[in-house]
Nanobody, 123 residues
């Protein structure tokens, strides 16, 4: 059973920053895709940022480019999402996901998921 453990969500004012972490139980995702989705009630889960753990290539939604950064640690067991200049529209539950044929993919194409962490940005 693959496990993804998220942490780092919380409440912040607009313009603030948060860092989300997604820790894997083991180095399971070397040379694969990992990333973050977010979801608000009544809407589909949307892709935010992705990284290929082998090559290091990154992918971002247009809405977060220049504000968010996805990185991984040297051991490749933890993926981070640094979120800067947060806006109220970034408010959502953020989910870590792993293993997909294509990194920039829809939610159903990812095999493994974390439990989600809430990010709330107030104006």
């Amino acid at each position: 059973q693959v496990q993804l453990a998220e942490s780092g969500g919380g409440s912040v004012q607009a313009g603030g920053s948060l860092t989300l972490s997604c820790r894997t139980a083991r180095r399971t995702y070397s040379n694969n895709c990992m990333g973050w989705f977010r979801q608000v009630p009544g809407k589909e889960r949307e892709g935010v940022a992705f990284i290929h753990t082998g090559g290091g290539n990154t992918y971002y939604a247009d809405s977060v480019k220049g504000r968010f950064a996805i990185t991984q640690d040297n051991a490749k067991t933890t993926v981070y999402l640094q979120m800067n200049s947060l806006r109220p529209e970034d408010t959502a539950t953020y989910y870590c996901a792993a293993v997909s044929i294509s990194c920039w993919a829809r939610a159903p194409e990812y095999a493994y998921w974390g439990q989600g962490t809430q990010v709330t940005v107030s104006s």
